[in-house]
């Protein structure tokens, strides 16, 4: 994606597929690309377990852009990656940088993130947020491949019956 005046204000659908493409770019040339999935204005990659991702999304709004590498499963599955990539601050927070923290972002899931601030969303700011997206992934993934249960799915929460619940949403009297 040409983006032409470089400080020139993005949408924010738009911010997020500069900064995709420009972190892809920067990638080295022999590093696996992500599969990808994105939401109106969130994006997620991932490696094969869609409950560990790496995710970018601007909040216009609020005037930050999240980004992150989220763990989305269980409970005790986000605590076991929350944990694991703790394990590895000594090597992770330099590579990353002071901005990164490991946190407890609900009561189930975890993140290592960090945020960018901004008045506008820019190609000057995209190129400094996809130089961090390259970054983390350059830095995270080949940890995240060798982890121990690394292959691991939880398997997922099991489906309410569509009958126990088929009448409610029926008006009254039909």
Do not use: C
Not at 76 to 96: C, K, M, R, S
């Amino acid at each position: 994606m040409s983006i032409s005046g470089i400080n020139r204000k993005l949408k924010a659908r738009e911010f997020v597929f500069f900064t995709e493409e420009t972190a892809m770019a920067a990638l080295p040339a022999e590093f696996p690309r992500p599969e990808r999935k994105v939401m109106w204005t969130i994006l997620q990659l991932h490696y094969g377990n869609p409950l560990v991702h790496f995710e970018l999304q601007p909040h216009v709004g609020r005037g930050v852009v999240e980004l992150g590498l989220h763990f989305e499963g269980p409970p005790e599955f986000n605590d076991a990656w929350a944990g694991y990539i703790a394990g590895h601050a000594a090597t992770v927070q330099p590579a990353l940088g002071g901005e990164w923290e490991l946190e407890e972002w609900t009561a189930s899931w975890r993140r290592l993130h960090r945020v960018f601030r901004f008045e506008q969303l820019t190609a000057d700011l995209g190129h400094e947020v996809a130089d961090d997206l390259a970054k983390a992934i350059v830095t995270l993934q080949p940890l995240i491949a060798a982890a121990p249960f690394a292959a691991y799915v939880p398997p997922a929460p099991a489906a309410r019956s569509a009958g126990k619940h088929a009448g409610r949403w029926r008006r009254k009297g039909k």
